[in-house]
Every structure is written in structure tokens, then in C-alpha cells.
């Protein structure tokens, strides 16, 4: 049997979080502990047995439960994009496939960097 720490851990894995962000919502951690304390703890309690068979529990039953699988979104957009909708709602398909997929271009950044004058006691006063 879990802790309740440990299963609020475990719950929030189970709903996606990554192990640091459910570390710090099962235990409170302090704003000053550094992050590698925070990595490291996470990663011995997910390494717990106990506690990664009820993440897996959780999981299985929120699979079990879901309404709406990616498989099936896949399967009505390929449904539409092949099919004789109007050709915007078969291009649309196809975005959304490919968005899904990892298939577009992120957009580009322009970033410029221009070097700033140092601090100095004077310019503070």
C-alpha cells in the first residue's frame, strides 16, 4: 500500500505529468531546493515497485476509459482526406495528420542580439 504522498505521486504521473512536477505537487517542495534534489528524488520514487505498478494500474484504467483514442482521430482524418469531402475539409485532414505527426515547420524566430554597455556604479545613481 502507498503513501498518500506516494499516491498523489503516482496519480500525477498517470495524468502526464512529467516526475518533477509530481514530485513537487506530492511533497510540498520548497521554492529554494534546487532542481536536481527535486530530479533525483522523483527518480528514486518512481524506481519503487510499488509505486510504479500503481502508475501502471492507473494508466491501464484510464486507457480502459478513454473516449477517444489518436488511432481513431487517424483514422477519420485519413477517412476525410482520402475520401470525396469538399477539398478544403480533405486539406484541412491532412494538416491536422500532419500536425498530429510532427510533420510541419516550426515557425522561425528572428532574434538579434546586440551587446550592452557594463554596469557601473555611476550609471546606477
Known amino acids: 500500500m502507498l503513501t498518500p504522498k506516494q499516491e ?3 496519480q ?13 505537487q506530492a ?3 520548497h521554492h529554494q531546493t534546487k532542481p536536481e534534489t527535486v530530479y533525483k528524488r522523483a527518480s528514486e520514487l518512481m ?5 510504479a505498478g500503481r502508475v501502471m494500474a492507473l494508466r491501464n484504467a484510464l486507457a480502459d476509459c478513454a473516449l477517444w483514442e489518436r488511432r481513431q482521430s487517424v483514422r ?6 482520402l475520401g470525396d469531402a469538399p477539398a478544403a ?3 484541412q485532414a491532412v494538416r491536422e495528420l500532419n500536425l ?3 510533420y510541419h515547420q516550426p515557425d522561425r524566430l528572428e532574434v538579434q542580439l ?3 554597455p557594463p554596469i557601473t556604479d555611476e550609471s546606477w545613481l
Not at 12 to 24: H, N, V
Request: glycine share 8%; net charge positive.
Open 100 to 102: 498530429m505527426h510532427g
Open 27 to 29: 511533497y510540498k517542495v
Open 8 to 10: 498523489i505521486f503516482a
Open 76 to 81: 477519420v482524418l485519413r477517412d476525410i482526406a
Open 114 to 116: 546586440r551587446e550592452l
Open 89 to 91: 475539409n480533405r486539406i
Open 47 to 51: 524506481a519503487d515497485g510499488k509505486v
Open 12 to 24: 500525477a504521473i498517470a495524468d502526464g505529468r512529467c516526475q518533477a512536477e509530481a514530485y513537487r
